[in-house]
């Protein structure tokens, strides 16, 4: 079992920065997948992020390219989430995930373990 526990939302003008983290305790953080998924009200879940364990290689959704940056810390057993010039689009409930395998990276099935998530929101 893996739990974890986001924080660091809360309400941004738009242009602002946030950095959301991601706390991880139970069985070995650094050897899982970690992922950012985000969702809006009447919206499915959707990918933001992602950062392997083994390679530390990253991607991220066509949409907050080049703004947001993820990264982790296993040290701290910790995911950050990087978050700059934020768009009131970007405002929803953002939940950490974390997972074993490669496969299926960017949608939520892929995932087995998932924070409670954290609002953010972004006024215009």
């Known amino acids: 079992q893996v739990q974890l526990v986001e924080s660091g939302g809360e309400l941004v003008q738009a242009g602002g920065s946030l950095r959301l983290s991601c706390a991880a305790s139970?069985?070995?953080?650094?050897?899982?997948?970690m992922g950012w998924f985000r969702q809006a009200p009447g919206k499915e879940r959707e990918f933001v992020a992602r950062?392997?364990?083994?390679?530390?290689?990253?991607y991220y959704a066509i949409s907050v390219k080049g703004r947001f940056t993820i990264s982790r810390d296993n040290a701290k057993n910790t995911v950050y989430l990087q978050m700059n010039s934020l768009k009131p689009e970007d405002t929803a409930v953002y939940f950490c995930?974390?997972?074993?395998?490669?496969?299926?990276?960017?949608?939520?099935?892929?995932?087995?373990?998932w924070g409670q998530g954290t609002q953010v929101t972004v006024s215009s």
């Open positions: 995930a974390a997972t074993p395998r490669v496969i299926q990276a960017v949608i939520p099935k892929g995932y087995d373990y």
């Open positions: 950062i392997n364990w083994n390679d530390l290689s990253t």
């Open positions: 139970g069985r070995t953080f650094n050897r899982y997948h």
